[in-house]
């Protein structure tokens, strides 16, 4: 196999797989093997079953592992087992090597050893053996010997460079300056060529090798050549890219008769007299692997072969800068960009089309198979946004593998990033592999589950993140010689690594866009002070040589579109939901370009559900701006000045048409768009983003303080959902003899009752008794009362207001735990958590309050209100004083003196003590005295400690 030197060359050299090739090539062979590894072998995430599991088992998980021997021909030995195979691979090698005692800088072959590996494989590629292999030269060499004439079998050097991998890394090993210049690989073939004289000839001042001695006839007719079906005539569209700025890039379309020679019709295409001083740039990696730009050798570029860099120097004049620009490497007079070449598959043509829309793509750097996964139906409409939130909101490649992308095209280092935690970070994994317990009993009624089950006999693994780290990161991009060309090292610190990691991604893609799209310099400095960037200007100027000038694209300012408020028309019946920061909007939507003078429209885009991100700058702002005043269901139509030529032109595959009415008319892009869904940010993400630790966490711990400043032995969680209060419960020492939760969701309850079985078991401290209810805190039950500890966190604004004001009366009145507390979320602090959308949310707020009800959402989907502290005060302090507690107030998340106070609000009711003047507290019950009550709530988990 030769291909493996694509990632193998550039990526790996000092990898011991490297050594191991550089030392024994083909003599040293891999063979990998699965190793198959069940759950019981590792420790892995808990997978929570839904109700319709069956007997609520977990189903076993399975690992596939790697693990590979490597024989070399005096020995062989066996890696370690891995999760990728390429880390299998890697071991055995590295086994290799140090049984072998290579000291890594031996293995690096020298610059003589490199040209005789050269001398070796150009001896080859022009071998009878070679024909017969499948490999995309061997189509060149048999349209070469297929030319008439003086040409018949001269086969272009450069062809050599575009095909084999091979040849190209052997070039960079003997000069890594290869690299930047590639034309220096053409002369280091040249003098391999010239050391097999005997056989190869390339006379001086020659682009060509023509081998001497005539391949055998059955070669040339191999069994390769008559399995596919007679080739066909291939057209191709390409463009014309001249090297004079004033003369414009022109498409063209040529027909290769299966007797010619493709290189020769370009040749022909380009003035020239045949393919064989023809060059092919690299690809330009833009479009497709094919596509690459074909361009005439300057004259005297082989006179001073060796200097080449003078040849810079003297040619400046003819640099094609437009060329230049798409494959980041000089090319000097016209040019052709094209995608054609013979595959490894077979000796037919492959060919795509490139159009002027492609063009205008490469150029703005919106390309189909595009980093930024929005961009690629959605061209004039998407932008990349300027912050990263979370993962599953993000679409396509992450901005860290984007930047990474973006290096490589531009032939720089990986960039290094580097992140760290501002304190220590805890992680706890405890495995536990239970068999049929006796302590854990389950009792889950037939209705609630579908079919009964008794007992678990599942392993409960449980992982746990017990983190108050934050992480800052910092990224440097590299040239290939490990000079720094720019730092990004924001100050903030991130709740998660990789947030952080992306985010200053995303800093360092968004700066090098506004480079791209022509910023003026000045606001390039400021905005790189913004962005925490620091930039080496001679360095990055030198690295991107074919910036912003080639186009003249002009970014239109921003803040100036947004101020130049456009008009839009809303129209429909609306949900009344609007989607704010963070939630998902999935639209359907049109663009078209409007000539002024009342000219047809034309269609430049459009995509029937099309979802981003709000409040991220992931489509144009006036589309954002328009979307977070619709609610789902309304259509909105509103029309903006064109952003720039470029794009338009890049959304449009009728180049002629779209161009001629942009020069002839004042045109407006016309938007239609209806919003069809909004997305959530889930509650939980958007606390995790906005807290640290997570708001969630803050009020357990809250709770846990008051616990254990108390003398509690008792504690009922109500409302206690998946047991997050119970479990943290656990980690600290309490008095807590005796803990009971209670919730409506039976699928909540077994989760938590399997996290709570799996650490009582292991210790359970002072607790004695632990019960999870099925039941509805509204409801009377004996068994709810007389607790130490009450704790109701996050759960009344799940209930109607009434069914909230009922259990306040419940549970100060009947079940009456010595204290309470109870928590909610502040309304009033959801403008902090959604009002970072930029500068509309004024006149957003304004609009929707004008409109009654609510300028916010709350803050989850299930929620039935959410309370002002006015509000939630006046309700505790009512309940309060009606059953004889003391209320304090307090919360967490922000601070209780700054406006707009806490981001949950707590009341901590402290029963009074009783005095004779007290009247009769039962007589305040909502359940008379004298009814029978009878018990509503389920057991769905009982653990005793003494059983
Ligand atoms: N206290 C938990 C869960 C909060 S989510 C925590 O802080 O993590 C709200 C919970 O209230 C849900 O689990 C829901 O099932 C529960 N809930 C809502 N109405 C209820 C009712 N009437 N009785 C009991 N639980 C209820
Ligand atoms: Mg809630």
Redesign the pocket.
Known sequence: MEVEGVAGGRKNTGTPKAIINSKFGSNASYVVEEVVQHVQDVCTEVSVPGLSVPGLSIPKKVHIMYRCRLELPEFSVVSGTFRKKKDAEQDAAQQAVDKLGIHPSIGKPTWEESLEELVSRISYLFSDKFLGTRHPMTGHLRATLRREGDHCGSFPISVITACDVKVNSLCKKIDPKVESNPSLALSFIKVAASKLSGSLSSPDEKLWIKRLNPYPHDIIESPIDQESCPPEVATVHALYIPSVMEEPVEPISFDVLPSVYYMDIIAQKLRMASASELLISRPTGKVSSETKLYYAAPEMYWSEASSSLQLAESCKDSLNVRASYLCDQDIYGNAILAAVDYTWKSKELSVEDISMQSYYRMLINKTPAGAYKLSRGAVITAALPSVFTTKTNWRGLLPRDILNTFCRQYGLAEPSFKSGSTCQCEVKVSCELAGPSKKLKTMISENATGQASAGFSTSIIKESVESESTYQCEVKILSKTQEVILVCSPKESFKRQNDCIQTVALRVLSWLNMYFLGIEPEKLNTSAEALDITFNPERFHEEFRFGPSIHGYQQRDIQEVINKKSQVDIEGQGSGISPTSGSLARITYSVSLVPADGHTKELLESADEFEFEMGTGAVISHLEVAIAQMSVGQSACFSIDIPDQEQILAASDDFTRINSLLNSYHCRLEYSVKLLHITELLEDKMEQAFFSPTL?KQ?VEFAVDRIRQSDATSLI??????G??LDSLLDYATGLEKIVG????VK?LIHAAKVLHSKLSKDSGTIRSAVLYD????VLDSRLCGFDMGT????IE??EEE?AHM?GDIVLGSFRPKTMIISTPNYEYNVILQGSSAGNQEENVHEKSQAGEHPFKFRNHDHKFEWTRQQFESWATKIATKHHYWVQFSGVGGSGDVEPGFASQIAVFTMEPPSPSTPSRTGDSPVSSTEEVTDSCKVVWEWNSSN
Do not use: K
């Not at 039941?775 to 509204?778: D, K, L």
């Open positions: 969630s009020r969680d109500f409302g206690c959902g998946s997050s209060l209670v919730d409506i969701s909540s039941g509805s805190i509204t109701c966190l996050e759960v799940h209930m069914q259990f």
